[in-house]
């Protein structure tokens, strides 16, 4: 069955330290990748997707994240985080052709001020 | 405010109550979502409505029921729930076709069953 694995289940991290999100899924096709960002109380919103060219891709609020297709992994990257990424952060997964998103079970990161 | 929404925010219902939960988009999508989020677990996708048309019902226990009588709305109708049922229940939508295009979200109805 296809899935979608985020191992990092709680991150705490201080302000200003680099982060990194771990996402894998697996699926053997061609997959369309998309990280939502949940902040306390509010709804999951858009953080950055991929869904061809360049495998670097730049989202909001200087998340970048990068695609690795021999390794079926969809990383997201924040060089130094502030106290406002206190949030929860889903990875997703669109295989091509259809419009089933698949999603982890979500990455909750607590920044320290 | 993402062109999403969902009435009500919160719902604390008995075993043997109905209720409906409502989903609104404003996007000029052609597709809706409902999913259910449970704490420590991924997204569980409940169902797809394509133009209209469910196209997905992921082995959802009959007590819940979907309805889709336009493009723009959603319902989840809802009867003797189970106190498992008691979660965060998501509607999105997305319009399918061309590149792949991301999910909008609504702010979710916020269920406890008692």
């Known amino acids: 069955a296809q899935s979608v694995s985020q191992h990092n289940h709680h991150v705490i991290l201080s302000e200003a330290a680099s982060l990194e999100l771990g996402c894998n899924y697996s699926?053997?096709?061609?997959?369309?990748l998309f990280w939502y960002v949940q902040y306390p109380g509010q709804h999951l919103q858009l953080l950055l997707k991929?869904?061809?060219?360049?495998?670097l891709v730049k989202g909001i609020k200087g998340f970048e994240a990068e695609f690795i297709k021999s390794k079926f992994s969809f990383n997201l990257r924040k060089p130094s985080v502030q106290w406002s990424d206190t949030a929860e952060y889903f990875c997703?997964?669109?295989?091509?052709?259809?419009?089933?998103?698949?999603f982890g079970t979500g990455t909750r990161l607590k920044v320290l001020a | 405010e993402t062109g999403v929404t969902q009435t009500p925010r919160h719902l604390v219902m008995g075993m043997t109550n109905k209720k409906s939960l409502k989903c609104e988009q404003h996007?000029?999508?052609?597709?809706m979502y409902w999913y259910k989020q449970s704490a420590k677990k991924p997204l569980e996708l409940m169902f797809v409505?394509?133009?209209?048309?469910?196209?997905e019902n992921n082995s959802v226990p009959s007590r819940f029921s979907p309805e889709c009588p336009n493009s723009s709305h959603l319902f989840l109708h809802l009867h003797t729930l189970q106190p498992e049922d008691s979660a965060l229940y998501l509607c999105?939508?997305?319009?399918?076709?061309?590149?792949?295009?991301?999910?909008?979200f609504g702010p979710g109805t916020r269920l406890t069953v008692t």
């Open positions: 997703a997964v669109l295989p091509s052709g259809t419009y089933k998103y698949i």
């Open positions: 999105a939508s997305s319009q399918v076709g061309g590149r792949a295009n991301e999910q909008y």
């Open positions: 699926y053997g096709g061609t997959v369309n």
């Open positions: 409505y394509n133009f209209k048309e469910q196209t």
């Open positions: 996007l000029g999508h052609n597709a």
């Open positions: 991929y869904f061809s060219g360049d495998p």
